[in-house]
């Protein structure tokens, strides 16, 4: 009875090691090493919220901060590759660490909200760390007017155009910088 249980064990620990192996070995990580190792520069984009205030109207679809972390990644990613191509870019959730060959970015989310029934607007708070030097920009603000009616098409095009129109003001300020 010991041995049925005992190989029972050990192949329950063979198969979970495998387990292990495949989604460690899937995930998104290796690609991200594999780019860092090209000997370029590495730029950090940290994206941390604190406490923002958020006050949606129709957009309500974006309530979750791993939401809005995806939509910023991809149209910071977009904006910055056009520009600073030289860069490595790693999109990180607070806490992130700066790395030694590089630079970071660190994006706070302020407030995400329709100011006015027409209006849409996003104010973070940008502040830039390379070497031992740290450049605080304070609050960048991007602001657009949606077309209406709201369907998730048009939510969609909306939030990649406040999200592009502040990678480019974040850009503008920080690529002077690096």
């Known amino acids: ?3 049925i249980s005992i190989i029972s064990f050990l192949l329950a620990m063979f198969l979970l090691a ?5 989604s460690t070995s899937s995930s998104g990580s290796d690609t991200a090493a594999s ?3 090209n000997g370029n520069p590495t730029l950090v984009i940290e994206y941390d919220e604190s ?3 958020m006050q949606m109207g129709g957009y309500n679809t974006i309530n979750n901060e791993m939401d809005r972390f995806i939509y910023l990644e991809q149209n910071f990613e977009k904006v910055f590759n056009a520009t600073l191509g030289e860069y490595n870019l790693d999109f990180q ?3 992130a660490e700066k790395p030694a060959n590089g630079s970071k970015v660190e994006l706070t989310l302020l407030s995400f909200d329709s100011p006015s029934p027409i209006e849409l607007e996003i104010r973070m708070w940008v502040m830039l760390k390379t070497g031992d030097k740290k450049k605080d920009y ?3 603000r991007s602001r657009i007017v949606p077309q209406q009616p709201y369907t998730s098409s048009s ?3 909306d939030l ?3 999200y592009t129109d502040l990678a480019n003001k974040v850009l503008e300020k920080v690529s002077g910088e690096l």
């Open 155 to 157: 939510i969609e095009r």
């Open 1 to 3: 009875m010991k041995n």
């Open 51 to 53: 406490d923002p205030r």
């Open 160 to 162: 990649n155009k406040i």
């Open 93 to 95: 959730l607070f806490p």
């Open 138 to 140: 304070g609050v960048v």
């Open 35 to 37: 780019s860092v190792g």
């Open 18 to 22: 495998g387990c292990e192996t495949t």
